[in-house]
């Protein structure tokens, strides 16, 4: 019995290791095993001589913990990576500082993982966020900039409604301050409560989960209403006033329509093309909606059409039309490609509908050889685009491949960061403001991270006290 367990682990020895990968940052690299610090091959696949090479050439590295090891071999695999960098303020008023690291390894794997969290003390300039990046990716993740493809922050475009939401936030602070046990303001309040956490007493919300929030309150705003009259001395005088109601109808609807393009946008691990569709769809709708506005129609705004009445809707159409414009604007301003980024997502994504001479000079051979192969091409069309390039010639169609990798890499949007804050505020509420930043981290890391945590190697290295 012992002696099989025993031959058993010999022949395992033999192979590579996947645990090796966090114990000693080494993986194999088209069939070599190879130190992810330094590049060196190992021949033979010991655990000895991996770990011979691990402690005697990065001896700094031996003392991080699994976590970090396990990070840093992710980022070190990475042939090209892209950051995600988000800032939000918590509800201690300390802005926070999430940096994401979307990386594709030369296998086609994409991950995404909290590369760091940083709480920015006092006022929070370019500079301050330049440095924290820097320190990120040099120190916590030892890498360079080479990879480096780009880029993404804040992908939201901005609306001028803030002054709507503002009062919208008073109100409801002032409603949840009179300690209300109506049923209906209860349950508003516990979707508000849902919606907005701590931030209903901050007026800086993430403004796009408002949506949900918006809804309930124009269908309650008459019981709000006949509430307030209850009470003289406070009068929120906008509620009679019927260009800040129509405002309010408009606000709803638009950030439905902007909520649901932003679920849209959601998704780990997704590809850039996916989120083109959906932005671009959502132009189209836009220009829609405008053309409609102006001739008074209102079929994609219900709750306009439901609360304005219809001798309105020519003039409260054209007015929104104008905002609708300023939407475009934020969106052909903010969410634009430049024409090379459009050309190499249309290489990517068309390869083999695209005219040779239209790409850069460097892919024109590559480009005809492959459009050449009608094997290849059945198998574009077949397979979904991470499997087709995985299965090019590396070496032959190098220069594809590595566009491929590098549009691949892209963060579709901030939507990770966004959902960390979610937890983030969950995390650090009022009762646990003073939870310690390396807590917090590791906390966020655990809550976003994909990452198989190494259980067999964190037991063994616990001591088992046995009593004798
Ligand atoms: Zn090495």
Redesign the pocket.
Known sequence: MAENKKRKIESEGRVFNLEWTSKY?FAVVKTKMM?L????VISVPKEYNLRR??EG??PDLTKLDASEKSLKAESLRFTFYWLAVDESTDCADTAQLLVFIRGIDDNFNISEELAGMHSMKGRTTGKEICNEIVDCITTKLSSDFKNLVGMCTEGAPAMSCDVCCCFHCKLLNYIRTRKLKHRLFKSFLEEAGAEYGDVVYHTDVRWLSRAKVLKRFVGLKEEITSFLKTDPQKRFSELNDSSWNEDLCFLCDITSHLNELNIRLQGKGALIFEFLVAINGFKAKLRLFKSQLLKGILVHFPTCSQHISQERHLATGSKYAQQIELLIKEFNDRLSLSCEEKLQLKIVENLFSIDPEEAPSHLQMEVINLQASSLLKRKHEESNLQDFYKCLHQEKFKNVVTLAKQMFSLFGSTYICEQTFSVLNFNKNKQRSSLADGHLEDILKISSSSLVPDYDALVANKICNISH
């Open positions: 940052l130190c610090v330094c590049r060196d090479h691990f050439n990065h």
